[in-house]
């Protein structure tokens, strides 16, 4: 079963077809860099990360770009406040950007280009529009002409009359028509600014992602993605300005996750609910971030809660403990005859790959993914009881487990599973020679630690096995 996708333009699950074989050209709108990332702005930085993550799984080569705006009124502002320049806050930010998100198990992008190292290339792309009569200079600024580009709306599925219904248009003299945007923005005093035909300025937000995804990837995009709220009118302008210049159509499958609440209601800086990912992790683990993220479809609405984030470090925990009573197994089963893979358990472990594809396949199912990781859970619960279970039936399992992992990223980094595996076994052996020398104070000691690690002692024939709670 191949891969489909609920494309945003037509409105409907597509067949994934790569434009190129076995390659992918993935792009996703990065963060405005002037703060620190919220939980908003993790959303579709996980969930791509993930579809990134799968379309590798199953074998494709994705070269990933998600950029970073780094010229905005917002960073100008910022840089005002703090009494420094544009170009500092950008770094700033962006060296959070990448502390935060390798917190949270985001993989690296191919790419990170930045607007500011592309001011050439977006210049010539709006000479171009100019020379095709798509857009015009006004006072310094250049403005696209929407009324040039009749399928302008079509990806937000509404015509220019009713694109502005509900929402408050300013105004301007200089534009032609009032839905026109702004490609390049003449230079206000004390502002940072580039040389261009229409003198100095910086560009339009719209702008930057087309000229910077042009160079990347190309005229046309396999997948372009982000937030709802890009939907209209970053995307809708992307898809005018992009293929009045090239002719082609700017991207095959169009992709965007929901919106994130915060206790029912919308976040929001003037409701001052806004929480960042720096300041998440210090109280949760980043799994449980991740596992919030993916137990909801990409396209329903969240709601971030102490509750919801509470059911989801549970549910972390459950998988965190599975797979660490097979590394334990596994570790206490290393000398033995490898053995083979018991038939029976072969073919449950093929059935729940099978329902985890499946899942995956139909428009990135991360619920019932992990649902089917669950399944597992239980599975390697049920056979590690069996004392005989073969040293390639434990490895098995765990495989599978790290497959599934390699997509989600919902266990904890391989480093810290093996120093939590050799601190509790120092623990235990200290135990064992503490009871062996009735130094009972320390073994009871010893015991209360462990139980403060949520860490559980058993009896069995192999000799003391640990789990988590």
């Not at 293929?243 to 991207?251: D, F, I, M, Y």
């Not at 960042?276 to 809660?305: C, D, G, W």
């Not at 991360?366 to 040293?391: C, G, H, K, M, R």
Request: charged share 25%; hydrophobic share 40%.
């Amino acid at each position: 079963m191949s891969v489909t996708i609920y494309n945003t333009i037509t409105r409907q699950k597509e067949q994934f077809v790569p434009i190129e074989a076995g390659k992918v050209r993935m792009y996703v709108c990065g963060p405005t860099v002037y703060d620190y990332i919220h939980i908003g702005n993790a959303r579709p930085a996980i969930f791509f990360d993930v579809v990134r993550r799968y379309l590798e799984h199953t074998g494709l080569e994705v070269n990933y770009i998600s950029n970073f705006t780094d010229v905005d009124d917002k960073l100008i502002r910022k840089a005002n406040e703090l009494g420094t320049t544009v170009n500092e806050v950008a770094d700033k930010f962006i060296a959070a950007f990448h502390e935060d998100t390798a917190a949270i198990g985001i993989r690296p992008a191919n790419l990170n280009p930045r607007v500011m190292d592309h001011i050439d290339e977006v210049v010539e792309f709006i000479a171009g529009l100019v020379d095709k009569g798509h857009a015009y200079e006004s006072a310094g600024d250049v403005y696209f002409s929407t009324s040039t580009f009749p399928d302008y709306g079509k990806l937000s599925h509404q015509n220019l009359d009713e694109l502005q219904h509900g929402i408050r248009v300013e105004l301007d003299e200089r534009k032609e028509n009032a839905q026109d945007f702004v490609l390049w923005k003449s230079a206000k005093p004390g502002e940072i600014n580039w040389d261009s035909p229409w003198g100095k300025g910086r560009p339009g937000w719209h702008i930057e992602c087309s000229a910077m995804a042009r160079k990347y990837l190309g005229d046309t995009l396999d997948i372009h993605g982000g937030g709802l709220d890009l939907q209209f009118p970053h995307h809708e302008c992307e898809v005018a300005q992009s293929e009045c210049l090239t002719g082609e159509s700017l991207a095959h499958y169009w992709m965007h996750n929901g919106y994130i609440h915060i206790n029912n209601e919308k976040m929001s800086k003037s409701l001052g609910n806004g929480i960042t990912v720096r300041e998440i992790v210090k109280k949760v683990k980043p799994q449980a971030i991740r596992y919030f993220m993916l137990a909801a479809h990409y396209r329903s609405p969240l709601n971030f809660s102490d509750d919801t984030v509470a059911q989801a470090l549970n549910s972390v925990d459950r998988i965190t403990n599975g797979y660490n009573n097979v590394v334990h197994r596994l570790e206490l089963a290393k000398d033995q005859e490898p053995g083979s893979v018991d038939a029976q358990l072969q073919a449950e472990l093929q059935r729940i790959e099978n329902n985890f594809n499946s899942k995956m396949n139909d428009d990135f199912n991360t619920p019932d993914a992990i649902t089917a990781l669950f399944e597992l859970v239980a599975l390697a619960n049920t056979n590690l009881q069996d004392s005989n279970l073969s040293y390639s039936s434990i490895e098995a399992i765990q495989k599978l487990f790290l497959a599934f992992n390699n997509v989600l990223g919902l266990l904890p980094e391989q480093a810290e599973v093996d120093n939590l595996e050799e601190q509790v076994e120092q623990l235990i052996v200290e135990r064992t020679e503490a009871r062996a020398t009735k130094n009972w104070a320390r073994a009871d000691e010893i015991r209360d630690l462990l139980n403060e690690m949520n860490i559980v002692l058993e009896d069995t024939p192999q000799g003391i096995r640990w789990r988590r709670k």
